[in-house]
């Protein structure tokens, strides 16, 4: 049991540039979501997904899109990447209700220069 | 709005000394109360959760629905619980929300 694989683990981008953050689970969780980690901001949802074929925005999800074709992979989409995206991405996934744990990739570090 | 607030960003304790990390949220209704640790180079984990009354790795949380707390605390720290400390809330939508996190530091 791989849990949640996050591809890639570093990337740096230019301003403009767009690139697609991965994210697998092979546990058949229904849900699914993005945050990404800044010092001194904690975490904060990006987007989510409960499921194939749905997805709906966090707190801060602008600049990005995602999608849910499949079960198991989750990816991230940066359109037009800016430095103020420059941040540590994880992907989240959990199998129920609200009450149950999530379990997180091992994140991507991210610079926009 | 919804919110979670840990209202320390560092915390620096002796080992063995008692440690408690500090968690206030903002919510309607009764939210879902969690929280998440983070060691040095491995993956954001569940510590624990409200609905378990668990106690993990000699952790508690107690929730005070008057103050709109769920502490964390340990009677006896030890250098192994030095990590990055989350405290997350969720209400009825699927959106966990997380605090800015508490780094503890337990010092020898």
């Known amino acids: 049991n791989a849990g949640v694989t996050q591809t890639p683990k570093f990337q740096v981008l230019k301003t403009g540039q767009s690139m697609t953050l991965q994210c697998a689970q092979d546990m058949n969780h229904e849900y699914m979501s993005w945050y990404r980690q800044d010092p001194g901001m904690g975490l904060r949802l990006i987007h989510y997904s409960v499921g194939a074929g749905i997805t709906d925005q966090g707190e801060v999800p602008n600049g990005y899109n995602v999608s849910r074709s499949t079960t198991e992979d989750f990816p991230l989409r940066l359109l037009s990447a800016a430095p103020s995206q420059t941040s540590v991405y994880f992907c989240?996934?959990?199998?129920?209700?609200?009450?149950?744990?999530?379990?997180f990739g091992s994140g991507t570090q991210l610079s926009v220069l | 709005a919804q919110r979670v607030t840990q209202p320390e960003k560092l915390l620096s304790v002796f080992k063995g000394a008692p440690v408690e990390l500090k968690c206030n949220y903002s919510?309607?209704?009764?939210?879902?109360l969690f929280w998440y640790v983070q060691y040095s180079r491995q993956r954001l984990q569940l510590l624990l959760r409200h609905i378990s009354r668990e106690s993990i790795k000699g952790f508690t949380a107690d929730l005070n629905k008057g103050e709109t707390s769920f502490h964390l605390k340990k009677p006896f720290a030890q250098e192994e619980d030095s990590a990055m400390y989350y405290c997350?809330?969720?209400?009825?939508?699927?959106?966990?929300?997380f605090g800015k996190g508490t780094k503890l530091t337990v010092n020898p």
């Open positions: 989240a996934s959990r199998k129920g209700g609200i009450n149950e744990k999530l379990f």
């Open positions: 997350a809330a969720q209400g009825g939508s699927e959106k966990l929300v």
């Open positions: 919510y309607s209704g009764s939210p879902e």
